[in-house]
């Protein structure tokens, strides 16, 4: 019995120590950095020729030691304990979902961030608001994902349409709180393209 006890009363300065560290991270896995893979999910035809997709020059990434924080990580009771980093910024993220869809519709799609000469047909992401936020508690981790996108279609040089997307998810995990942010992210963007690709390909057939 002496010995029992003299057992457990060494095990607890490590139970306190490990009980501590997860007060100070907040015990759940959260992502820090979220990077996906984008699987397009629109099943639009029709589209031919080049269509230039555009971002600011200041939302590309120059090199890849450039972080973008998208969102914020904050514990049960809100405090901001971390950031959440992308490689890419929020409009390359949305340049490659739109590309990789348009570019299955038909479309010649070229990424760039200058401007196309006047006679050609462009998607101009004129406002990419992106934000991925993690309440990360001892049980799971709750995230929400929301993205604003505004754009300009252009139509041989000429404006033709001005479109808006607001898309927002959220999640609550226990088990693969890793992978919850990239697919809430995922599931966000292939939302926005779900209502996006259809109203651009028709702008620019009509």
Same mark, same amino acid.
């Given at each position: 019995? #002496? ?7 060494? %095990?607890?300065?490590?139970?306190? %120590? ?18 996906? !893979?984008?699987? /397009?999910?629109? =099943? ?17 990434? #120059? ?10 990580? &904050? ?10 980093? =992308?490689?890419? =910024?929020?409009? &390359?993220? !949305? #340049? ?8 299955? @519709? ?9 401007? /196309? ?6 998607? $101009? ?15 799971? %981790? ?9 754009? $300009? ?10 479109? #808006? ?15 919850? @942010? =990239? ?24």
């Amino acid at each position: 019995m #002496q010995m029992i006890i003299k057992r457990i009363s060494g %095990i607890i300065p490590f139970l306190a %120590i490990f009980a501590a560290l997860l007060a100070i991270t907040g015990c759940a896995r959260y992502a820090r950095q979220v990077s996906i !893979v984008y699987e /397009p999910v629109v =099943s639009a035809k029709g589209g031919s020729g080049d269509l230039y997709i555009v971002i600011p020059p200041d939302q590309q990434t #120059q090199n890849d030691k450039i972080k973008w924080v998208i969102g914020k990580v &904050e514990n049960e009771d809100g405090d901001k304990i971390d950031e959440v980093m =992308s490689p890419h =910024s929020g409009y &390359e993220l !949305v #340049q490659d979902a739109l590309g990789q869809e348009l570019r299955k @519709a038909g479309f010649g799609v070229i990424p760039t961030s200058a401007r /196309p000469d006047a006679k050609s047909n462009a998607i $101009d992401l004129i406002k990419v608001n992106l934000s991925l936020d993690q309440v990360s508690s001892l049980t799971d %981790i709750k995230a929400t994902c929301r993205l604003v996108v505004s754009l $300009d279609v252009i139509k041989n040089g000429a404006l033709i349409k001005k479109l #808006q997307y607001d898309s927002t998810f959220n999640k609550t995990d226990i088990q693969d709180r890793n992978l919850l @942010a =990239s697919g809430l992210l995922r599931d966000t963007l292939q939302a926005a393209m779900q209502r996006a690709v259809p109203d651009i390909i028709a702008a620019l057939t009509q």
